[in-house]
């Protein structure tokens, strides 16, 4: 419950997540999805209940809690004067690791996310989706057993939304498990496992994605007419990743 709120910002949430699968949290503007992830993040603390995140209690244990995870809020958390690499390092100290591997995370994780040319500029000169880029790879920075991403690709164009979730699904492979808050129906049919839809910070419904989809009714198939997104995709990488259905 907010200050001066007719309404809990949330109430009644039950999840659960396992290892290596992605929970996406759905629902529109004022749904509480932030609230949400910034309750189960130790960032707020909810007036009543409790979750369980990587075996630990975030009322009684958030320090154990804040040690196992990664967030990338809504809006950037990094420094802008520094570098991105200047960043990665911060943070890993910050964290703990000691210089050299620091050092060492920071270079990997440059490498992985495309940003070597552009490791020693200034955060705050980086185009938005070198920005979503550095904060996840900030997140990364002590490979968290979960990473929680508030709205991932907010803003960012086809091309940067398909590397970035290129990125989530490759942490996910390795074990990650990942918590994500979207408004993109696309982007939770691209990443999640399960999905859980809010409204006015309830659950309207949850399960994993293939029984929502269910739920929408039979498989059916449709004629459509080519997109601009289509159209954007094939100049940007190509006709083969615009129909991942066709043989190749
Ligand atoms: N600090 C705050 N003080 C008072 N009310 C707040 C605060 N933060 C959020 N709220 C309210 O809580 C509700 C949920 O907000 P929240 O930011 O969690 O929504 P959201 O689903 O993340 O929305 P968006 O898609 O716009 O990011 C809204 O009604 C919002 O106005
Ligand atoms: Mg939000």
Redesign the pocket.
């Known amino acids: 419950m ?4 007719d ?1 809990p ?2 109430s009644e949430v039950d999840l659960t997540l396992s290892e290596g699968r992605v929970l996406a ?1 759905l ?12 309750m189960l993040t130790t960032l ?1 603390a909810p007036t009543s209940g409790t979750a369980k995140v990587a075996g630990h209690d975030i009322i009684r244990d958030g320090s154990a809690v804040r040690g196992r995870i990664g967030v990338v809020g ?1 809006y950037a958390a990094v420094d802008e004067v520094l570098s991105g690499r200047a960043n990665l390092e911060l943070f890993g100290r910050l964290l703990g690791l000691n210089r050299a591997t620091a050092k060492r995370r920071a270079e990997e994780l440059l490498s992985q996310f495309d940003l070597i040319d552009a490791a020693d500029r200034p955060v705050g000169k980086y185009s938005g989706g070198m920005r979503r880029r550095i904060d996840l790879a900030v997140a990364l920075i002590c490979k968290p057993d979960v990473l929680f991403i ?2 991932p690709t907010t803003g960012l164009d086809p091309v940067a939304r398909r590397d970035l979730w290129a990125a989530v699904k490759a942490r996910v492979c390795e074990g990650t498990a990942v918590v994500l ?1 979207t ?1 993109y129906l696309e982007e939770a049919d691209a990443l999640a496992d399960d999905v859980v839809i ?1 409204r ?2 309830r659950v309207l419904v949850a399960g994993t994605s293939w029984e929502l989809k269910r739920l929408a009714g039979e498989p059916r198939t449709e004629v459509r007419e080519p997109t601009l997104e289509d159209l954007y995709l094939q100049l940007h990488t190509g006709p083969a990743q615009v129909h991942p259905g066709k043989e190749t």
């Not at 629902?27 to 910034?38: D, F, H, I, V």
């Open positions: 907010f200050p001066g709120s309404r910002a949330i949290i629902g529109s503007n004022g749904a509480g999805k932030t609230t949400l992830l910034r707020a809504q508030d709205e808050t408004q809010l006015e910070g």
